[in-house]
């Protein structure tokens, strides 16, 4: 990867698939790894999800990790279903003596994350268990906080519109903001069977977040006509997503965690009939569906 120019955001896609790989002929524009980004931000890279796309983007850092003193790799999980996690014992780093890895995730799970990402490492599913890793490997638990990493501020909020629940993540530094946001059912809150209270709160929490931000990269799955029998799944519909993004005053919309099932015509043919309408008026807001190896700078 080429090194940042100085207080530049380099957001680029490892996976943007959602749910399973989708390796084929059929979607090799947008990709069939599932999520991973990595954001560089002066020497600092924040990795967010460790999908099938974090193996990509290992062997690419490898080589820089192995010729210098490695500098810690930092991993934001969103939550741990497999398509954002089963990446994480195919990355190249871990197996870099002195490398270091920190994982960061949510507390609010049924079990401790350490014991989430060690158990997909046992010998039963992995032939090589987390504490045989040759970097050291650290988890942090982290809740509703901010933290950081180089310059750049990370705020962190739950997202619970999700089977298990799901975070997001806010990356701030001089001015500039990018927002996370994936695996997460937006017409749950916004468009509830009945009005409710708590779904009023979720929604002003989720505009609030992403309110006026540079790049949000965000779960658009669903069609509306596949949404309505796919609800409680977790994930978005795509008109749903781009209006509410589009009232926030968002500059640029990264749909993502495309849906298994989705072509890369079928994508070009969803960038036809919708992103036009928000590229025009006087906020336009640039909305492309996120390609696997694109980089975005902010
Ligand atoms: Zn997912
Ligand atoms: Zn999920």
Redesign the pocket.
């Known amino acids: 990867m080429s090194a940042a120019s100085p207080s530049k955001f380099l957001a680029t896609f490892w996976g943007t698939r959602?749910?399973i790989s989708t390796p084929g002929s059929s979607t090799e524009k947008y990709g069939g790894n599932?999520?991973c980004v990595s954001v560089q931000h002066r020497d600092s890279r924040i990795i967010l999800d460790a999908?099938t796309g974090i193996r990509p983007l290992g062997l690419e850092v490898g080589p820089e990790l192995r010729a210098k003193a490695p500098s810690p790799q930092h991993i934001l999980l969103?939550?741990t279903?497999?398509?954002?996690i089963q990446g994480l014992p195919f990355f190249e780093p871990a197996y870099i003596p002195g490398a270091e890895l920190i994982i960061y995730g949510s507390p609010q799970k049924e079990s401790f994350l350490e014991a989430i990402l060690r158990g997909q490492m046992d010998i039963n599913y992995f032939p090589v268990e987390m504490k045989e890793l040759a970097a050291s490997v650290t988890i942090r638990e982290v809740g509703d906080q901010v933290i950081s990493i180089g310059d750049v501020q990370i705020e962190i909020q739950e997202q619970v519109c999700h089977p298990g629940g799901?975070v997001r993540f806010r990356l701030e530094a001089e001015g500039k903001r990018i927002v996370y946001a994936?695996?997460v059912e937006l017409n749950a809150i916004f468009e509830p069977p009945e009005p409710s209270a708590s779904m009023d709160r979720l929604a002003t929490e989720y505009r609030e977040f992403i309110s006026g931000v540079d790049l949000l990269i965000a779960?658009g799955q669903f069609t509306t006509e596949e949404y309505e029998t796919r609800k409680g799944w977790?994930?978005t519909s795509i008109p749903l997503l781009l209006r509410v993004a589009s009232e926030q005053g968002v500059k640029q919309l990264a749909v993502f965690?495309h849906d298994p099932e989705r072509s890369d015509m079928l994508i070009d043919a969803l960038w036809h009939e919708h992103a036009p309408e928000y590229r025009r008026g006087p906020s336009p807001m640039n909305v492309f569906w996120a390609r696997e190896g694109m980089t975005v700078e902010i």
């Open positions: 959602g749910s599932t999520p999908g969103s939550h279903h497999w398509d954002h799901s994936t695996d779960d977790g994930h965690h």
